[in-house]
């Protein structure tokens, strides 16, 4: 085999090589490749889980917002509540010392 055949066989190997290349990947995108319709399909799904997320991230500040709220409302009522114990233990006591006055005169009314 001489130089100039041993080029050409080169040659015819290497474009056999690319033609066999450039088939499996015309094979491979056109197995693969999404058709046009898809594409908008995706795109609106895309855009909905957009929407959806930002509306999920608006449900969750939301909610921080209502619980913070509602915790200090709780701790409002709480100190309420204590303030309003602490009144109705001095009243009890402060009836209990009237009643005890109230005996003790009574008892020294009738003695």
Same mark, same amino acid.
Not at 85 to 97: K, P, T
């Given at each position: 085999m001489n130089r100039t055949e041993f080029i050409i066989a080169t040659a015819i190997v290497l474009f056999v090589a690319f033609c066999m290349g450039?088939? /499996?990947?015309?094979?491979?995108?056109?197995f693969i490749r999404v058709p046009g319709?898809?594409?908008?399909?995706?795109? $609106?799904?895309? *855009?909905?889980?957009?929407?959806a997320e930002e509306t999920r991230d608006q449900a969750?500040? %939301?909610? *921080? *917002?209502?619980?913070?709220?509602?915790t200090n409302q709780i701790s409002q009522t709480e100190a309420e509540l204590a303030a309003t114990?602490?009144?109705?233990?001095?009243? $009890? %006591?402060?009836?209990? *010392?009237l $009643?005890?006055?109230?005996?003790?005169? /009574?008892? $020294? /009314?009738?003695?």
């Open positions: 450039w088939f /499996a990947n015309w094979l491979v995108h056109r319709s898809d594409v908008g399909e995706l795109e $609106r799904l895309a *855009q909905e889980l957009h929407e969750i500040t %939301y909610l *921080q *917002q209502r619980e913070a709220e509602l114990m602490d009144g109705l233990r001095e009243a $009890r %006591y402060e009836a209990e *010392q $009643r005890a006055h109230l005996e003790k005169m /009574a008892g $020294r /009314a009738v003695g």
